[in-house]
């Protein structure tokens, strides 16, 4: 029971982050969206996307979180003078790397449906298939994993950092998951804020067309585009609801996470 509470965990707050948060996603994403704010749908269905985030949101984080834990233990056993941070960081890129084969697809979908004008998932999904094929749907993998390897980078070995920091402050005890939470949380807004370049990059990439500069270009490329023609404004847009979006999410993410291997322990102790 034991080995699968990084899955149940990690599922549980993945779940609670993407539901609880999606309106601030929402407009972070047509924040960035090269057709402009207003063009891809302004504060107009909110909660569209919902659904593939949703179901994507338990089993890319629980496949996030059993491969974290898992690569933290193999790499500490065969590499004990390696210091934490690095253990750490290699651990969160192995998790990204599992959990992106899962969250690809469904971010398309959702990103997609976030800046059309009135199309379900489930058309998005059909022209996308009708388009490009299965291949379609894992546009901007590589992309996304040049994101969020660089955040996990950030976030985890900070997370860790901060929770080991407070449980010297308080005298070795462990710290609570309230603590683990708020640690979470300024964790998450400064791999955010540092990141939201890729964050923008990766966004035009999924919401480009068959045939567009955004899907030929690499991510250095796209980000010098970028940075020509829209200046430091382009690639920081939406900036402060991707901040407030993941630092909040942080809080919810890793404390759930937290509070579910506290209680999945507690009822299961010995298995």
Do not use: N
């Amino acid at each position: 029971m034991v080995a699968c509470l990084p899955c149940q965990a990690g599922g549980l707050a993945g779940t609670a982050v993407d539901v609880t948060l999606f309106p601030l996603d929402t407009i972070k994403t047509r924040l960035q969206s090269s057709k402009g704010f207003w063009a891809s749908g302004g504060f107009r269905r909110i909660y569209g996307g919902i659904l593939p985030a949703a179901s994507a949101s338990a089993p890319s984080a629980a496949l996030f979180f059993c491969t974290y834990e898992l690569f933290k233990v193999v790499v500490g056993y065969h590499f004990p003078h390696l210091q934490s941070p690095w253990v750490h960081m290699l651990a969160a890129t192995a998790g990204e790397v599992a959990a992106c084969v899962v969250r690809v697809p469904c971010e398309v979908i959702k990103q997609r449906t976030q800046t059309s004008r009135g199309l379900r998932p489930s058309q998005v999904f059909k022209a996308a298939i009708e388009s490009e094929g299965i291949r379609g749907l894992y546009r901007g993998y590589l992309t996304t994993l040049s994101r969020e390897i660089p955040f996990s980078f950030i976030q985890f070995p900070l997370w860790e950092y901060l929770k080991a920091s407070w449980s010297d402050s308080q005298g070795g005890h462990p710290v609570e998951p309230w603590q683990g939470a708020v640690c979470g949380a300024l964790a998450g807004a400064v791999a955010a804020a540092l990141t939201t370049p890729l964050d923008v990059a990766k966004t035009r990439v999924m919401l480009a067309k068959t045939g567009d500069m955004e899907v030929k270009a690499s991510m250095a490329g796209l980000l010098v585009m970028i940075g020509r023609e829209e200046g430091l404004k382009g690639l920081f847009s939406g900036f402060v609801p991707r901040v407030c979006w993941i630092g909040l999410g942080g809080f919810i993410f890793l404390g759930a996470y937290e509070q579910g291997k506290h209680l999945l322990l507690t009822h299961h102790p010995t298995h």
